[in-house]
């Protein structure tokens, strides 16, 4: 029987209490969204698509640079939250199992996919949607839990993908897929990209008096978050 983690809106049983702590959190508001963001550059004027867009945190902040925002989620109470904090956007439930039937080719500039690569069993499916859905000359920006600090966390073969379960600090639980930095990278190379930039950020030094410890160890560990900045491979 093959794993999956399958087809649950997971983040749909605790969404207002996740908007509520990623609104300022370290790991969310000072770590993640700042990385990904700087590796987006600038968006003013450009359409942007916001895959797994939770409750409209990082939609916010781009509306707010400029951009025009599609944004999707799996989680209906996650698009609820979206559409109430970004009326400019337009969001939809989506689950990235489907395909994006209802965008063209070539119809977005940018596409932010943050923390949420590993909740989707066919990846590769699912970044060639977002690879014919980007224009040529655009680009994909995908962050993810960092394969180092998951192998620390859990152990296990590093080189062996598998899904795990874990109950985080809130009491949330959740189920996701355990991938080497080598199988996102060949995940994207199949669905034609090319990784042009791979940052493994640091928090940013003014958060740090919101939990010291875990902004000391992120400045010193890899077992935060990484991000990826992807571009269409011209040659396929």
Do not use: N, Q, S, Y
């Given at each position: 029987m093959v794993e999956v983690v399958g087809s649950d809106p997971q983040y749909d049983r605790f969404a207002d209490e996740f908007a509520e702590h990623a609104r300022d959190g370290l790991y969310n508001a000072h770590y993640?969204?700042?990385?990904c963001l700087d590796l987006l550059g600038p968006v003013a004027g450009r359409r942007v698509l916001d895959v797994a867009c939770g409750p409209g945190l990082y939609a916010e902040e781009l509306v707010r640079r400029g951009a025009s925002v599609i944004g999707l989620d799996h989680s209906p109470r996650m698009v609820e939250l979206s559409r109430q904090r970004v009326?400019?956007?337009?969001?939809?439930?989506?689950?990235?199992?489907?395909?994006l039937d209802w965008l063209p080719d070539a119809s977005v500039d940018l596409v932010?996919?943050?923390?949420a690569v590993e909740y989707v069993d066919d990846r590769v499916a699912a970044l060639r949607e977002l690879r014919r859905v980007l224009r040529p000359d655009g680009a994909l920006v995908l962050s993810r839990l960092h394969p180092t600090g998951d192998w620390l966390r859990h152990g296990g073969n590093y080189f062996e993908p598998r899904i795990v379960?874990?109950?985080w600090s809130r009491g949330w639980r959740v189920r996701f897929w355990l991938m080497p930095l080598e199988r996102t990278c060949e995940e994207l190379h199949e669905a034609g990209f090319l990784v042009e930039r791979l940052r493994e950020p640091r928090p940013a030094a003014e958060a740090a008096h919101l939990d010291p410890t875990a902004h000391a160890r992120l400045l010193r560990e890899p077992v935060g978050f990484l991000a990826i900045r992807a571009v269409p491979d011209p040659r396929r």
């Open positions: 993640d969204r700042p990385a009326p400019a956007g337009e969001f939809r439930v989506h689950d990235l199992a489907d395909p932010l996919f943050a923390l379960e874990e109950v």
